[in-house]
């Protein structure tokens, strides 16, 4: 090491900004880091939700309605295809270098984003933004793995998927809020949907560049798998896009078949490329032969499904059946973080303490099963608000018992010098499945809803009481049954019941509505039971994890080299 090195080093560490040689980092030190390391994590989960609720009105800005699914699609894709690729490159590379960039790509998307003046545009931007994204849900996690020992890394790591929770269900509040003002600060509201990133990526670039100091990565060059990223992009892409798109093509149209062969070819030629690159795959294949990284991987794939399936369905319900509005049943998911905080800390404090896992997994699929089967159940128009504020809270703690262990046996079952990859497999896992669980049950529930109205409303047709509503002038003439009263015209006709367009539910007479309302709340408990069967799924692979407490790679090494150097 040069002089010159050797005294900024010691500059920094008489700074406190980072340990000295060989010593670990302080707590002071971690929750600096950790500062930064949250901002990023917030952004990126954000960002995953906050367009929701705004893309109407920015499509109609940018008089792109027709392309408005591109947006989402556009940012799932790139955050998802780059996970893996910056676990891979960050355990060659270093983790610092990658966060920066992940940091900075990201930020360059939210400005572009910003400033869009068409809807190509910012489907574009929106994949830029995924680019960076991708770096931001992993190597947050990668890095507190590097910097905290595993008996504290429950309790720091419990932190990310709090924060994780919390902007998922803050970013639809937080949408909605833009996109309804006019202008803020002489630019128009939705367009601070994405510069309201630029403060924050900008105080989590600071931190991180100041206070983030790992050592380099040492030891033999590994070549980078250049065709492992290729064909899991082939793989991924069509896959999502159908997933995306697939309600609106047709699910056996010409285009989905092409995805799905193009996606199935892709899968052969990862796994083929993965074989051939051996060590140097972007996820070796050799880790799903052991049993704690590949069972945790399938429960971060089905429990990804049912995150975003509660995430999309509960808000679904409290805005087309209790009629809500988006800001207030926005407020009420927020019970949803509760959950999840209460969850991450207890298993995160748990775990570090005993190094006892699998009863988390375990306790929170049943959970997260009960309360998909409660919701399948119990929700109807006339329902209490306490009942979907409880599920949202049981749903958190399911999620949160579940997501924290499973991402710690992941890192615990791989060398350390793996620990990116393990990392970002766990992330990568969880966002195909909230991919594949938000497409599958939106699309399930208008399918079923079109079905579920069309009888309702014949049979409220045939009450006497009911068709009397449409002879009282006043009901007639009121502006705000217009909406419904197009609808019914339209369906009566002969016409396709459009259901893409609701807004007019939440001030249209509830009388009226009711056979509207009471066909999404079934069709929404059809979509929960159907989870619920799927979460029992997971709930029988949990038994299947080892039943071993975990342990530190690192320690378990530096221990044997003791016992080595006694002999």
Not at 341 to 362: E, H
């Amino acid at each position: 090491m040069s002089h010159a090195t050797t005294n900024e080093a010691s500059k920094l560490a008489k700074n406190k900004r980072i340990p000295e040689a060989g010593q670990p980092y302080t707590h002071r030190q971690i929750m600096t880091v950790l500062i930064g390391l949250l901002l990023g994590m917030f952004l990126a989960a954000l960002d995953q939700t906050i367009v929701s609720s705004s893309i109407y009105t920015i499509s109609n800005d940018l008089n792109g309605l027709s392309l408005q699914a591109w947006a989402t699609t556009a940012y799932l894709i790139t955050s998802t295809v780059s996970t893996p690729l910056y676990g891979k490159l960050s355990d060659i590379f270093g983790r610092r270098p990658l966060y920066i960039i992940a940091i900075t790509i990201f930020l360059a998307g939210s400005i572009y984003s910003g400033f869009v003046q068409s809807m190509g545009e910012l489907a574009v931007a929106r994949g830029i933004q995924g680019l960076g994204a991708g770096g931001l849900m992993s190597l947050g996690l990668a890095i507190i793995g590097d910097i905290v020992p595993l008996k504290d890394r429950g309790k720091y790591q419990g932190y990310f998927m709090s924060v994780f929770g919390i902007s998922s269900v803050l970013g639809p509040v937080v949408g909605g809020f833009f996109a309804g003002s006019s202008q803020i600060l002489w630019i128009t509201g939705w367009r601070w949907v994405f510069l309201v990133n630029v403060p924050i990526a900008l105080a989590a670039l600071v931190v991180v560049w100041m206070f983030l100091h790992l050592p380099k990565k040492g030891g033999v060059r590994q070549k980078v798998d250049y065709w492992g990223a290729a064909s899991i992009t082939l793989a991924l892409v069509p896959l999502l896009i159908v997933a995306e798109q697939g309600r609106d093509w047709g699910w056996s149209s010409g285009g989905a078949l092409l995805c799905y062969g193009l996606g199935a070819l892709g899968i052969i030629a990862f796994i083929l490329s993965e074989r051939m690159a051996g060590d140097s795959a972007l996820i070796p294949l050799r880790f799903f032969k052991i049993p704690a990284f590949g069972i945790s991987a399938l429960l971060n794939f089905i429990i990804g499904i049912g995150m975003f399936g509660a995430i999309a369905m509960l808000p679904m319900y409290l805005q087309l059946v209790a009629g809500l509005t988006p800001t207030q049943a926005g407020l009420l998911m927020i019970t949803f973080t509760v959950g999840i905080l209460i969850g991450s800390i207890t298993s995160g404090q748990v775990i570090s303490r005993t190094g006892t896992y699998r009863i988390f997994p375990i306790v929170g699929t049943f959970i997260l099963g009960g309360s998909a089967l409660t919701m399948g159940l119990l929700l109807g128009v006339d329902t209490s608000l306490v009942v979907p504020g409880g599920i949202a809270v049981a749903f958190g703690l399911g999620l949160g018992f579940c997501m924290q262990p499973l991402v710690l046996a992941m890192q615990t079952a791989v060398p350390p010098k793996d620990m990116g990859v393990a990392t970002s497999s766990a992330t990568f896992f969880r966002s195909m499945g909230g991919t594949v669980g938000t497409a599958v049950f939106i699309s399930m529930l208008f399918a079923t809803a079109q079905d579920k109205i069309a009888t309702l409303l014949g049979d409220a047709m045939k009450n006497s009481s009911y068709a009397s509503m449409f002879k009282d002038p006043a009901v007639l003439s009121d502006p705000n049954n217009k909406g419904f009263l197009d609808f019914l015209k339209n369906a009566q006709s002969g016409g396709s019941s459009d259901l893409n367009d609701t807004s007019w539910l939440h001030d249209a007479n509830k009388a009226l509505t009711q056979p509207i309302r009471d066909g999404f709340a079934q069709s929404i408990d059809i979509v929960m039971l159907t989870a619920a069967g799927l979460v029992a799924v997971a709930f029988l692979i949990t038994f299947f994890l080892p039943k071993k407490k975990l342990t530190d790679p690192r320690e378990a090494a530096a221990a044997k080299e003791e016992a080595a150097a006694a002999l």
